[in-house]
C-alpha cells in the first residue's frame, strides 16, 4: 500500500475504497447524501471481496490469526476512511470528494450537502478509532518511525473526539426528557 500522509485519504487503499463508494453510492445520488450505513455495508463487502481474492485454498498463510489480521488491516482502514468523511462533514457542513471524469482525465470536486449517521454507526467508528491506538493493532505497528506513529496518534484521537463530541450530541436529543 502506498502512502504519504497519515490520513487514509493520503493512502492507495484510501483513495481506491473512496473512489469506489464515490461511483458506486454518491454519484448514482447526484452527490446529495453522505449515507454512512449505506457507506459502511459497501466497504464491509468490498474488503470482504478484498480478503476472499487473498485466500487461496493449500495456502498455509489462510489460518484463522492471518484472516483476522487481514481483516483488521482492510476493513478498520476503511472505518478509519469513513471516520474521517463523518468528521470532515462535521466540521465543513459537507463532504467533499473528487469524481473522475473519464471524458477530460481529470477530477472534479463534488459537495455532498447531507449526512446520514446513526448512534450505532457513531459507535462503531469510535469503537474503531479506540482499538487501532493498541500498540498489538496491525495499523499502529504499521508506522515504521515514532515520530510518524505520533502524528498518526495524535490525528486518530482528534478524530475520535470530534466524534465524540457529535454521539454525546446525538444522545441528548435522542434521549426520553
Not at 466497504?43 to 485454498?57: D, H, I, N, Q, V
Not at 489460518?63 to 487481514?70: D, E, G, I, V
Not at 469510535?126 to 515504521?144: A, E, F, G, I, M
Request: aromatic share 12%.
Amino acid at each position: 500500500m502506498g502512502a504519504w500522509g497519515i490520513k487514509s485519504r493520503e493512502s492507495d487503499r484510501g483513495l481506491d475504497l473512496l473512489n469506489e463508494i464515490t461511483g458506486t453510492l454518491f454519484a448514482p445520488n447526484e452527490f446529495r447524501t453522505f449515507d454512512v450505513p449505506q457507506v459502511m455495508k459497501l466497504a464491509r463487502e468490498m474488503c470482504k471481496k478484498e480478503l476472499g481474492s487473498t485466500f487461496a485454498p493449500g495456502n498455509r498463510m489462510n489460518h484463522l490469526s492471518a484472516l483476522k489480521y487481514n481483516w483488521a488491516v482492510i476493513f478498520d482502514n476503511a472505518l478509519l476512511l469513513i471516520a474521517e468523511c463523518a468528521v470532515e462533514f462535521y466540521q465543513n457542513g459537507e463532504l467533499c470528494v473528487d469524481l473522475y471524469e473519464g471524458k477530460t482525465g481529470e477530477f472534479v470536486p463534488k459537495f455532498i450537502p447531507e449526512m446520514h449517521i446513526t448512534r450505532r454507526n457513531l459507535e462503531r467508528l469510535l469503537h474503531t478509532l479506540h482499538k487501532v491506538q493498541d500498540p498489538r493493532h496491525p495499523k499502529y505497528n504499521s508506522w515504521w518511525k515514532d515520530e510518524t506513529r505520533e502524528k498518526w496518534l495524535a490525528y486518530v484521537r482528534s478524530l475520535y473526539d470530534e466524534l465524540a463530541k457529535h454521539y454525546a450530541e446525538l444522545s441528548e436529543r435522542t434521549e426520553p426528557q
